[in-house]
């Protein structure tokens, strides 16, 4: 199911549109100040070290997301996409789907989980 992308808050279009480009400034910019990121079992939090996750984890495996899904749960929007990039593939599915777990605050994002998607439903 394609998701409708008009429905996403602006922020997570602009999330998307700075990891695709890449412009490392526009997507730390896309966080708030005290955000935090949930990713492979570690927490970053603040911008600072959101800045040094997304430099070696996200810019630095060239990272791509194509927006599969998206379904809102509250507060929440949960949005599928499909990742590629260049990180060690070993052991994780053929094409990778992640959810991304965005809680907004004041057009900002507050928080980021990150995980294996649990397919779509």
């Not at 997507?27 to 603040?46: H, T």
């Not at 509250?74 to 599915?93: A, C, I, Q, S, Y």
């Amino acid at each position: 199911m394609e998701p409708n992308l008009n429905l996403l808050p602006q922020v997570i279009l602009d999330f998307i549109a700075a990891t695709n480009k890449p412009d490392p400034d526009a997507y730390v910019d896309c966080f708030s100040k005290d955000a935090l990121v949930l990713d492979e079992g570690k927490e970053w939090a603040g911008k600072a070290a959101i800045k040094q996750w997304s430099a070696e984890y996200h810019f630095g495996a060239n990272i791509t997301l194509e927006p599969i899904q998206d379904k809102q749960h509250g507060e929440e929007n949960v949005v599928v996409f499909k990742v590629d990039g260049d990180f060690d593939k070993t052991g994780l599915p053929d094409p990778l789907y992640l959810d991304f777990n965005f809680q907004i605050r004041n057009d900002k994002i507050k928080q980021l989980a990150i995980g294996l998607s649990k397919g779509s439903d």
